[in-house]
């Protein structure tokens, strides 16, 4: 069980039940949300990923949790999001390397391990805790929400770090996605140097789209096999903050060495499911259900993290993660600016 999350209760099956249900309830509703934003303004500006947290920590924080639904909550922010980050591991495999060249790869994973750095001093500079530290790192320099989402658990982050870290991220990423086209602009950016930045810098695929598609086709073509090689820098992350994690537990008195502990068994999914994509284990006509199972299942999840999270403690954090976000984000769009000058685009 993650730190910091909400105790099960010994209650009955229906309570588990109950809460599970709210927790869809919640996504279910937040994808509605979602899809009637993009209808009037042709484009979601807010993913429902984002609504249905905002929505659940808006109901925790007016009207707080029953005790009955608490274990399915619980269920949900856990078992849920465990499931859909190893479906997760389904939508990588080693074509999307092979294409962008070997290069630019250790570029990308140049610029991840940097940004990752950099986001951390960033937040512990700014006194933001070890937690919320890695999570904004991690946020800014892989994927945001789903990078933030595998690694709390393996952390141990309490729900209000999760949404904090979420909120802020999404919120001054999806800045950026409408700046990057001005600043390619400003900067004289060929398509494929302007494709480059937005993959580099913006946590979403659709995200990369957007910013890319004002750019040109081939902004487009690059900016999303860029941003493929990014994610694929998640399942080496956590399973070294796993390791770190399991590293400082067989120091306390009574410590077992167990490769559970040390790995958790949704990042070895994870990486097992992508393993099987890139051996073509995985039928092609798979891929799209499973794409959108780990979506839907990662909504869930969202819902219950909100549903677990006080907005009155996320306040409290606020502006430090804020600063920590916008500064680490900086730090990216300088560190993906200076690999585009090297490798000439």
């Given at each position: 069980?993650?730190?910091g999350?909400?105790?099960a209760?010994?209650?009955?099956?229906?309570?588990?039940i109950?809460?599970?249900?709210?927790?869809?309830?919640?996504?279910?509703?937040?994808?509605?949300?979602?899809r009637?934003?993009?209808?009037?303004?042709g484009?979601?500006?807010?993913?429902?990923?984002?609504?249905?947290?905002?929505?659940?920590?808006?109901?925790?924080?007016?009207?707080?949790?029953?005790?009955?639904?608490r274990?399915?909550v619980?269920?949900?922010?856990?078992?849920?999001?465990e499931?859909?980050?190893?479906?997760?591991?389904?939508?990588?495999?080693?074509?999307?390397?092979?294409?962008?060249?070997?290069?630019?790869?250790?570029?990308?994973?140049?610029?991840?391990?940097?940004?990752?750095?950099a986001?951390?001093?960033?937040?512990r500079?700014l006194?933001?805790s070890?937690?919320?530290?890695?999570?904004?790192?991690s946020?800014?320099?892989?994927?945001?929400?789903?990078?933030i989402?595998?690694?709390?658990?393996?952390?141990?982050?309490?729900?209000e770090?999760?949404?904090?870290?979420?909120g802020?991220?999404?919120?001054?990423?999806?800045?950026l996605?409408?700046?990057?086209?001005?600043?390619?602009?400003?900067?004289?950016?060929?398509?494929?140097?302007?494709g480059?930045l937005?993959?580099?810098?913006?946590?979403a695929?659709?995200?990369?789209?957007?910013?890319?598609a004002?750019?040109?086709?081939?902004?487009?073509d690059?900016?999303?096999?860029?941003?493929?090689?990014?994610?694929?820098?998640?399942?080496?992350?956590?399973?070294?903050l796993?390791?770190?994690?399991?590293?400082?537990?067989?120091?306390?008195?009574?410590?077992?060495?167990?490769?559970?502990?040390?790995?958790?068994?949704f990042?070895?999914?994870?990486?097992a499911?992508a393993?099987l994509?890139?051996?073509?284990?995985?039928?092609?006509?798979?891929?799209?259900?499973?794409?959108?199972a780990?979506?839907?299942?990662?909504?869930?999840?969202?819902?219950?993290?909100?549903?677990s999270?006080?907005?009155?403690?996320?306040?409290?954090?606020?502006?430090?993660?804020?600063a920590a976000?916008?500064?680490s984000?900086?730090?990216?769009?300088?560190?993906?600016l200076?690999?585009?000058?090297?490798?000439?685009?």
């Amino acid at each position: 069980m993650a730190a910091g999350t909400p105790s099960a209760e010994s209650g009955s099956p229906l309570g588990l039940i109950a809460g599970v249900l709210l927790c869809v309830g919640v996504a279910v509703l937040a994808l509605g949300l979602g899809r009637l934003e993009a209808q009037l303004t042709g484009r979601a500006w807010i993913e429902p990923l984002v609504i249905a947290l905002l929505m659940g920590a808006a109901a925790r924080t007016l009207w707080g949790l029953p005790r009955i639904v608490r274990p399915g909550v619980e269920f949900s922010a856990r078992t849920v999001l465990e499931v859909a980050i190893v479906l997760l591991g389904a939508s990588l495999s080693s074509a999307a390397l092979a294409a962008v060249g070997p290069g630019l790869i250790l570029g990308v994973f140049a610029v991840v391990l940097a940004a990752l750095i950099a986001g951390y001093a960033i937040g512990r500079a700014l006194g933001l805790s070890r937690s919320v530290s890695i999570l904004v790192a991690s946020g800014n320099a892989i994927c945001g929400n789903s990078a933030i989402a595998a690694v709390a658990p393996v952390i141990g982050a309490k729900p209000e770090e999760v949404s904090v870290s979420i909120g802020f991220t999404a919120a001054l990423s999806l800045a950026l996605v409408l700046l990057l086209p001005l600043i390619a602009a400003l900067l004289g950016l060929s398509q494929a140097a302007g494709g480059a930045l937005a993959g580099l810098t913006v946590y979403a695929v659709p995200q990369v789209l957007a910013a890319a598609a004002p750019m040109g086709a081939a902004a487009l073509d690059l900016g999303t096999l860029v941003k493929l090689v990014r994610v694929l820098a998640l399942g080496p992350l956590c399973v070294a903050l796993a390791l770190m994690a399991g590293a400082g537990r067989r120091n306390e008195p009574g410590a077992r060495l167990r490769l559970d502990r040390l790995v958790p068994w949704f990042i070895l999914g994870f990486l097992a499911m992508a393993g099987l994509r890139s051996a073509g284990l995985i039928p092609a006509a798979w891929l799209g259900p499973l794409d959108e199972a780990a979506g839907l299942l990662t909504l869930v999840a969202m819902a219950a993290l909100g549903l677990s999270t006080d907005l009155r403690v996320v306040a409290r954090s606020g502006p430090s993660v804020a600063a920590a976000v916008a500064l680490s984000l900086a730090a990216l769009l300088l560190l993906g600016l200076g690999l585009i000058w090297l490798l000439r685009l």
